[in-house]
Nanobody
Framework: QVQLVESGGGLVQAGGSLRLSCAASGPTFSTYAMAWFRQAPGKEREFVALISRTGGITNYADSVKGRFTISRDNAKNTVYLQMNRLKPEDTAVYYC?????????????????WGQGTQVTVSS
């Protein structure tokens, strides 16, 4: 079992940057594929990015491709989301999620472990 805690959210102007972190507890972090999802008010939770257990494979939603970068440090039990050139439509609560196994999926209900979320607000 793994527990996840996100940090790094905040208020930023359009065009700015933020880096989100997700710290995981437990000795088995490297056995989980990790992902970031986001949920804006009145909308469903949507996939943002994922990274494989070793970090060798990443995948992004089209809406963030080229602006966001997901990475992980297994020695620190942490996954990151570097967000550049932020837009007002990026405003949402951002959640990190963990999934055991080797299959990489972009569907929220396939992830068994979730953090509490961190608010990102981008002003125009």
């Amino acid at each position: 079992q793994v527990q996840l805690v996100e940090s790094g959210g905040g208020l930023v102007q359009a065009g700015g940057s933020l880096r989100l972190s997700c710290a995981a507890s437990g000795p088995t972090f490297s056995t989980y594929a990790m992902a970031w999802f986001r949920q804006a008010p009145g909308k469903e939770r949507e996939f943002v990015a994922l990274i494989s257990r070793t970090g060798g494979i990443t995948n992004y939603a089209d809406s963030v491709k080229g602006r966001f970068t997901i990475s992980r440090d297994n020695a620190k039990n942490t996954v990151y989301l570097q967000m550049n050139r932020l837009k007002p439509e990026d405003t949402a609560v951002y959640y990190c999620a963990a999934r055991g196994g080797i299959v990489l999926l972009t569907i929220a209900h396939e992830y068994g472990y979730w953090g509490q979320g961190t608010q990102v607000t981008v002003s125009s």
